[in-house]
T-cell receptor
Framework: DGGITQSPKYLFRKEGQNVTLSCEQN?????MYWYRQDPGQGLRLIYY???????QKGDIAEGYSVSREKKESFPLTVTSAQKNPTAFYLC??????????FGPGTRLTVT | GQNIDQPTEMTATEGAIVQINCTYQ??????LFWYQQHAGEAPTFLSY????GLEEKGRFSSFLSRSKGYSYLLLKELQMKDSASYLC???????????FGAGTQVVVTP
């Protein structure tokens, strides 16, 4: 079955720690995206990548970092510089110009 | 960035019809996407309009007017499971980078 996986579903961290969220897809999509969603709000783009070894900042990249070493994988690191990291994080992928498919999401809580 | 407007919330009864409007600034990139998101879950793709007009897919239909920067999603024969947030999304580059609206929460009552 093709799809996008994100792990873990729930993640708890102490303030000041970096944390890496995983995103893997086997849809053979070139483009991958990371979004953040806060309660009652829409999706805000953090980073996106159109090809391997290349990525661009989205609208809210400060305090986050990514890598794209393989086509299938696009991990997101939430660093201690991110002021309000508690949120629902969604990874998506797409073929150029077509609909994005989303993973199940990771709910991060930082205390 | 793109300015996308959707109503915050709409309420309708089971079996009724609801129309969710979405207005946006035309970006030069074609098309508009609609997604459904149930509480606590990821968005799922509903429809894609690339040309003007109405696209029908079962109980759901979507309309686009590119020159007016206007779209709507029509939900017919509402069911309780249709209670969800509906997001419209507009491409902002040729690769498919999107700008999402804030979503419209549809509440279906018995």
């Amino acid at each position: 079955d093709g799809g996008i996986t994100q792990s873990p579903k729930y993640l708890f961290r102490k303030e000041g720690q970096n944390v890496t969220l995983s995103c893997e897809q086997n849809l053979n999509h070139d483009a991958m995206y990371w979004y953040r969603q806060d309660p009652g709000q829409g999706l805000r783009l953090i980073y996106y990548s159109q090809i391997v070894n290349d990525f661009q900042k989205g609208d809210i990249a400060e305090g986050y970092s990514v890598s794209r070493e393989k086509k299938e994988s696009f991990p997101l690191t939430v660093t201690s510089a991110q002021k309000n990291p508690t949120a629902f994080y969604l990874c998506a992928s797409s073929t150029r110009g077509y609909e994005q498919y989303f993973g199940p999401g990771t709910r991060l809580t930082v205390t | 960035g793109q300015n996308i407007d959707q109503p915050t919330e709409m309420t309708a009864t089971e079996g009724a019809i609801v129309q969710i409007n979405c207005t946006y600034q035309t970006s030069g990139f074609n098309g508009l996407f609609w997604y459904q998101q149930h509480a606590g879950e990821a968005p799922t793709f509903l429809s894609y309009n690339v040309l003007d007009g109405l696209e029908e897919k079962g109980r759901f239909s979507s309309f686009l007017s590119r020159s007016k920067g206007y779209s709507y999603l029509l939900l017919k024969e509402l069911q309780m499971k249709d209670s969800a947030s509906y997001l419209c999304a507009v491409p902002t580059d040729s690769w498919g980078k999107f700008q999402f609206g804030a979503g419209t929460q549809v509440v279906v009552t018995p």
